[in-house]
C-alpha cells in the first residue's frame, strides 16, 4: 500500500483466448480504474507459469521477480473457469507458487460456471485460509451464457455484482493492509507477528 492507497492484483484463470472470464476480468478492471486503488493484472495465458517443482522452482531465478510482484499486492482477484466443481489448473499452479505473500492479505474471486461456481469459490476461501489470508465473504459468479449480452458485454446486473465487488475490495483490502502494516511494525501478539523481520 503506497499513501493509503492499496495494490490489487488481478490473476486471469483460463487460457482460452476469447474467454469469458476474463472478459468479465478486463469489465472488473475497468470499474477499479475508478477507485482509490493501484492495479497490476496477471493473465496466465500471455504471462504462463510452468508447473510447480518446490525444488526448482523456488531456487531458480525467475522466481525472485514473480516473488515480488504479489508480495506487492494488498489485495487478490482470482478471476476462473469452474472446471468440474474446481477452479482451473493454471489458477491452482499459480496459488501453489506463493504462501506467506499472501498472508494478512484479502481474496477476492470471479468464477464463470453454470452453476454459480460455489465450489469453485470454497476453494479458493480454502486456500486463503491455508495461507492466512482473509476473503470477501461472498464471490461473484456470472454463467457467460446469461450475463453477457451478443456483444459479449456484461449485462447490468453482472457490471453491478462486479462494482459492489470493486467497492468491497478497495474499502476492506485498504482497511487490512492499514492493520497489516501495524501488526508488522508492532510487537503485540497476533497471528502476523510471526512475519516481523
Ligand atoms: C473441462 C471443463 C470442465 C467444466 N466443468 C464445469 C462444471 O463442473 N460446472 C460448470 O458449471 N461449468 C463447467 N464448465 C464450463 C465452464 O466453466 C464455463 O463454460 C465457463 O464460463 C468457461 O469460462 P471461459 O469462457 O473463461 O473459458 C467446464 C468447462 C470445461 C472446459
Known amino acids: 500500500m503506497t499513501n493509503g492507497v492499496p495494490h490489487v492484483l488481478l490473476v486471469s484463470g483460463s487460457l482460452g483466448e476469447k474467454s469469458s472470464t476474463r472478459i468479465a476480468l478486463k469489465r ?3 470499474v477499479l480504474d475508478d477507485k482509490e486503488a493501484t492495479v497490476d493484472c ?3 495465458r500471455d504471462e504462463p507459469l510452468t508447473f510447480l517443482n518446490p525444488e526448482e522452482t523456488f531456487a531458480s531465478e525467475s522466481y525472485g521477480p514473480l516473488k515480488a510482484r504479489v508480495a506487492k499486492a494488498d489485495v ?3 478471476a476462473t473457469p469452474d472446471y468440474h466443481g474446481s477452479m482451473s489448473g493454471v489458477l491452482k499452479n499459480f496459488l501453489d507458487h506463493f504462501w506467506k505473500e499472501y498472508s494478512g492479505k484479502l481474496f477476492a474471486s470471479i468464477v464463470g460456471s453454470y452453476e454459480k461456481g460455489l465450489t469453485v469459490a470454497d476453494q479458493i476461501r480454502t486456500v486463503a485460509r491455508q495461507c492466512y489470508a482473509w476473503s470477501i465473504p461472498y464471490a461473484v459468479s456470472f454463467n457467460e ?3 453477457f449480452d451478443e456483444l459479449m458485454d456484461p449485462t447490468s446486473d453482472l457490471d453491478n455484482r462486479l462494482r459492489m465487488l470493486a ?3 478497495v474499502v476492506y483490502g485498504r482497511v487490512l493492509a492499514e492493520q497489516r502494516e501495524k501488526d508488522l511494525a508492532g510487537t503485540d501478539p497476533g497471528f502476523m507477528a510471526r512475519y516481523r523481520k
Open 28 to 30: 472488473f478492471q475497468s
Open 42 to 44: 496477471w493473465d496466465l
Open 76 to 78: 487478490f482477484v482470482f
Open 145 to 147: 451464457k446469461a450475463d
Open 167 to 169: 467497492q468491497d475490495v
